[in-house]
């Protein structure tokens, strides 16, 4: 999906799990896992804003994950 849709599908499931337990923290990331994996090398929470995976993606595709905070 495009950055734009992903930021979308972040924000409704934000909406929609905002009372889970335990709390989970969605995170888009660059949709092949080649450019994920080197996303994911350079992600922390400190440095991480929705649109840093727009740095890493080759093909301008993007997903979400789910990160279960501690």
Known sequence: ??????????Q????????LQPPVKLIIVPHLASDQNEFME???????KD???????????YTVLINFIK
């Open 51 to 61: 649109d840093l995976c727009l740095l890493f993606s080759s093909d301008d595709q």
């Open 42 to 48: 350079f992600y922390t929470e400190d440095n991480y």
């Open 1 to 10: 999906m495009t950055y734009e849709e992903a930021l979308q599908e972040k």
């Open 12 to 19: 409704d499931t934000e909406r929609q799990l905002k009372d």
